[in-house]
């Protein structure tokens, strides 16, 4: 660190700080809740006169492991910081700045249990329509994975049975991200990253879609040491009529799965599927006699985009122009900016962020929380809630 000319001074000394900040109010800088993981100050010269002139002080810190991975969003974030300070004489004028840097601390997905694993869940719908008629509707959806890595698209499946006499309405998969502040109480912000739409499935159809949605640039599912801010991503598929969803938890880490990749074709053969008992058949629908379900796939309609994304400050688009040798070596990785919360991420080649979205679509039950400051169900409660509506056929 180089100072500034000071003919006169008391001390100039040089802090490290790593902390963690959440508020209320969104972009509020004045925090309600806080933590810190490390603060160490050194001080560089003691009391005397610098001449005029350009000096140099050099110094060095020692960062903790258990530091957490640097993050910013609306209501909270971690952020790691060297200050220094010429501490003057009374009366004068002290001379401050800072200067933030950022912490990566890698989330290894191989270290989650069964992240090799297909991940599934499965819903019935018992619904009615033309006012006497009944059906149900089984919707099924299929990860091949339960974690991934930026850049890497999410091989995503989905079975509708359609056992009713209407057509449904058009079904989504999203790609959703809730990050949930400890403040004093938790407020939960949650927004959709990724969004594909397929057509709906006509009356007494039994059909099938295959898509995928390419991570973009996102925070790890995982702060480690962060008490006050919890990451968490959600595969969403939902039919707009008749209303019904079904989410699967997923892991968004920075250290690939372990296994060697498959095609889209080869991963859905490897997934099992849900049987799912049929309920009675109404008696409507034994009067008009057997209906044969055909098989049929969906065309994909259309792929959603968010146009805006945030990036953290201090950093600028200039970060991501890098000379052509330093692109080729690894010891200069690309800086990709992450989407709605953010953290800068590292990666090997070119990650271009690729913000999505429409309009906000929410979990199961989410509907029912008093946004922001009620709790959403959690991971377990999600698949918890899935099971139980299947095994009670609601």
Known sequence: ASGVAAPLRTAIKVSCVGSCGVSNKANDTAWTVEEQYFNSTLSLADKGVLTAGEHTFPFQFLLPASAPTSFEGPFGKVVHQVKAVID?????????????????????????????????????????????KSGNIILTATSDLK??????????????????????GTVVASLLQKVAYKSKRWIYDLRTIAEVEGSGVKAWKHAEWKEQILVPALPQ???????????????????????????????IG??????????????????????????????????????????????????????????????????????????????????????????????????VPVPTAGSLILPPEYSTWGYPYEAPPSYEQSCSSANSSLSNGN
Not at 226 to 233: F, K, Q, T
Not at 241 to 251: G, Q
Not at 294 to 301: A, F, R
């Open 221 to 251: 599912s995982v702060l480690h040491g962060c008490s006050l801010i919890h990451v968490d991503y959600y595969i969403q598929v939902s039919l707009k009529s008749p209303e019904v969803s079904v989410t699967l938890p997923i892991y």
């Open 254 to 351: 920075n250290i690939a799965v372990n296994r060697v990749p498959v095609t889209p074709a080869r991963s859905v053969q490897h997934i099992p599927s849900v049987v799912v008992p049929s309920a009675p058949p109404e008696e409507e629908e034994a009067a008009s006699g057997y209906h044969p379900m055909d098989n049929v796939s969906i065309p994909t309609k259309s792929h959603s985009q968010l146009q805006a994304f945030s990036y953290a400050p201090g950093l600028s688009f200039q970060d991501l122009r890098l000379d052509s040798d330093q692109t080729a070596s690894p010891n200069h990785p690309t800086l990709c900016l992450a989407t709605g919360a953010t953290v800068p991420y590292y990666a090997e080649g070119t990650v």
């Open 147 to 168: 974690g991934y890595i930026v850049g890497q698209a999410i091989q995503l499946r989905t079975d509708i049975e359609n056992k009713s006499g209407r057509d449904t």
């Open 88 to 132: 003057t004489p009374r009366f004068a004028k002290d001379h401050k700045c800072n200067k933030v840097f950022y912490i990566l601390c890698p989330l290894n997905l191989n270290d989650i249990p069964d992240i090799e694993q297909p991940n599934t869940t499965s819903i019935t719908k018992k619904f009615n329509y033309k006012l006497v």
